[in-house]
């Protein structure tokens, strides 16, 4: 046998006597609050956001904790109450102290109020969570401040721009080591009327291991740069348009969807086809970025009748008329070269089995198509016959 090797700590681990803790708080913050309940990402450090408690607005679902709002038009305003975290040392160069869980519980709205705007330019005033503990060298010389607060801080002043670097002039302020960006807001010049419209909304979530974590504001607004921390990790999202609650997974360096969303059905409307080999649109389906990579599973079925034996064919395409073809053209039951074979004013109707898109990102368009390869002087398509099947389906 050899060793024992020294590691760092353990938690509980006490002294001979009981009353006295061998452990600090910062061991706690970084074994337990970190080793257990959050999870570390880049750095080490636990992703700072609002811990979402189910606290949800009944129209839009979107969750409440820790919202900025106005309060009667003046420099006052409220924040709701909620849970926070924040991972001191991971901003600057500040000593690593670990992560913090803060917050207000309860019903009651946490009053606030904004400092007077210029009467030179306009700014920004940033609102954040922040905690405070004087215990550690980066808060000493802050007592009698201790535990959790509300702070507003004004960025420079400066002809508005959102999108600037933070603390730059007419840009947000920069976030201090500890603190959580709640909301951004407009302060034009000799402007002291805060309202809801002149918040921008930038609460970020986080959550515990091995429960999805639910996307707020700023994060669905930031979808496309939203990582994960963990192989593993989870993330839910609200409805958007025709899609469900989404859970999706991170494999490492992607975010997969987990589940199948068929999307309503497409009807078309009556249309005629009086030229020969002129690709025609039948009907289109749109397909909005379901946030991961996906594959749309189509199927279709097209009716028309014809005079004097014409015929069709009909295809599904990407984009439009001139798009990538999804698998095979879908032929007129009475085909044949020339339409020679068809008879008069026949109704016919061509069925399009599920086939799959190669995978895509983003949003996409799918289009049904139809072609009168010849006879007859025009094909008819019938309203209510025609229809395009979609189903978004998470790639691998």
């Not at 900025?68 to 006052?76: A, H, I, P, Q, R």
């Not at 975290?85 to 500040?94: E, K, L, P, Q, S």
């Not at 397909?287 to 014809?306: E, H, N, Q």
Request: charged letters at 15%; one cysteine or more; hydrophobic letters at 35%.
């Amino acid at each position: 046998m050899t060793g024992p090797f020294a590691m760092t700590d353990a938690i509980p681990l006490l002294s001979n006597n009981p009353t006295v803790g061998r452990n600090n708080a910062r061991d706690i913050r970084k074994f337990l609050l970190q080793g257990m309940l959050l999870s570390p990402g880049s750095g080490g450090f636990i992703r700072r956001g609002v811990l979402h408690r189910g606290w949800l607005d009944p129209t839009t679902k979107e969750p409440l904790e820790l919202k900025v709002l106005e309060s009667g038009g003046g420099l006052n305003g409220l924040v709701n109450t909620g849970l926070f975290t924040v991972h001191r040392g991971a901003i600057g160069a500040a000593i690593d102290e670990g992560p913090y869980i803060g917050g207000s519980s309860g019903q009651s709205t946490i009053p606030i109020t904004f400092p007077a705007a210029s009467g030179s330019n306009s700014r920004y005033d940033g609102v954040f969570a922040r905690i405070v503990d004087t215990n550690i060298a980066a808060d000493s010389a802050l007592a009698p401040l201790q535990g959790p607060y509300i702070q507003v801080l004004s960025g420079a002043l400066g002809a508005l721009n959102f999108s600037g670097t933070p603390g730059t002039a007419g840009a947000p302020p920069a976030t201090p080591d500890g603190y959580l960006p709640l909301a951004f807001v407009a302060r034009a010049t000799n402007d002291n009327v805060v309202i809801q419209s002149k918040i921008t909304d930038v609460r970020r979530g986080t959550g515990l291991p091995g429960v999805p974590r639910m996307l707020f504001p700023w994060d669905v607004v930031n979808l496309s740069s939203d990582t994960g921390y963990q192989y593993g990790e989870e993330r839910i999202r609200q409805p958007s348009g025709e899609y469900p609650v989404l859970v999706d997974r991170w494999d490492g360096t992607t975010w997969r969807g987990t589940q199948p969303i068929m999307l309503s059905t497409v009807v078309g409307p009556v249309s005629s086809i009086l030229g020969v080999n002129t690709i025609t649109t039948v009907l289109t389906k749109t397909i909005a970025d379901p946030g991961f990579p996906y594959r749309v599973f189509v199927g279709a079925t097209i009716g028309c009748d014809s005079d004097a034996g014409a015929t069709m064919e009909s295809t599904i395409r990407m984009t439009n008329t001139a798009g990538t073809q999804v698998g095979l053209r879908g032929l007129d039951p009475l085909w044949s070269v020339n339409g020679t074979g068809g008879s008069v004013n026949r109704e016919r109707q061509i069925s399009m089995s599920q086939r799959p898109t190669a995978v895509l990102t983003g949003a996409s368009t799918i289009v049904l198509c139809a072609r009168r390869l010849g006879g007859g002087s025009q094909l008819g398509l019938l309203a209510n016959i025609s229809e395009l099947y979609t189903e978004v389906v998470p790639a691998a």
